[in-house]
Every structure is written in structure tokens, then in C-alpha cells.
């Protein structure tokens, strides 16, 4: 019972330090990534954690995603070669059929929305919350606008004081 239970421990420590190899192997590869150096070699479990955990603005405005997705081809043997890390290496890969397909129906269909999870999301509409908005301001910009809220609240002070003794001499 003992060796059972000690085996069990053996075993679930392993594979928790597979998962935290692969989560550091993924961190590993968005660092040499976002600084133009060379990456391949790493395993598709490697690929998929980094691609998971990339930010949406790295997604967006980066070419990350487009060079971990051709290592992760060229390590399952659909690439030549690994990738350089440079624009140079960013070559796109053929659509899918279910890639294509979905490509002419968003042609075909407009900005009819679509079914994410439980919620329809409106192609062009954008849905942000005033706490999101406000949580990505920078503190330089928020130190201006107190300084605006402090100098106007100072010149309505000054004003009631005018109207105040005004009011006082006649």
C-alpha cells in the first residue's frame, strides 16, 4: 500500500513537472520570439502553451503568432527548417478547408454575428466596460487630468469668492 501510494506521488509529480517544463519552455519561446532570436527545437506541446498564452495585443500588432505557428509546423515535419525569428521568415501557410470555408462565408454572410460560448458577437461593434477603459490609461495621463480637476476646482473656488464679496459691497 505504501509503495502504491509512493508511486502515485512519483507519478503526479512528473507530470506536474512536464506541464510547468512545457508552461517555462512556452515562456522561453514568446521571450525569444519578442526579441527577434531564433527558436525551434521545442516540442508541439511547447508551441500550443505559447500560442495560448500570447496577449491579444501581441497577437494583433506582433508577428509572434504567425513565426510560432510555422516552428510548431517545421517541428511536426510540415515546414523546411526552423524559424529565424525574423519578418523575413514570416511566410504564411495554406488555408485550411475549414479555413477557407469559414473565410467565404464571412465574404458571403457580412457582419451577421457569431456564437462565441453563449454570447453573439457583432463583428464592428466593440464592447468595452468604463473599468477596462479606465485600467489601461497611463498614470502620466491620469496625473494630467487631476491636475485639470484640481486647477478647475481652484478657479470655481475663486469664482463664488468674487461673487461672494461682490454681493458683500453692495
Known sequence: MVRL??????????LGFGSAAAANEAQTILDKCGHHEPFSGYS???YREALRQMTTTGIEYGECESLIRKAEEAAAGGGAG??????SANVPSP????EQHAV??????GATPVQVG???VRPGV?????ASAVNTLPRSLF??????VAGAIMLAIGEVRKRVRSRRDS
Request: glycine share 2%; hydrophobic share 55%.
Open 95 to 98: 488555408l485550411t478547408p475549414a
Open 126 to 130: 466593440v464592447h468595452a466596460d468604463i
Open 118 to 120: 453563449s454570447v453573439p
Open 143 to 148: 496625473a494630467v487630468l487631476a491636475f485639470m
Open 44 to 46: 508541439q506541446k511547447a
Open 5 to 14: 501510494a509512493t508511486l502515485a506521488l512519483v507519478v503526479l509529480a512528473v
Open 104 to 109: 467565404q462565408s464571412a465574404h458571403r454572410d
Open 82 to 87: 526552423a524559424t529565424t525569428g525574423t519578418p
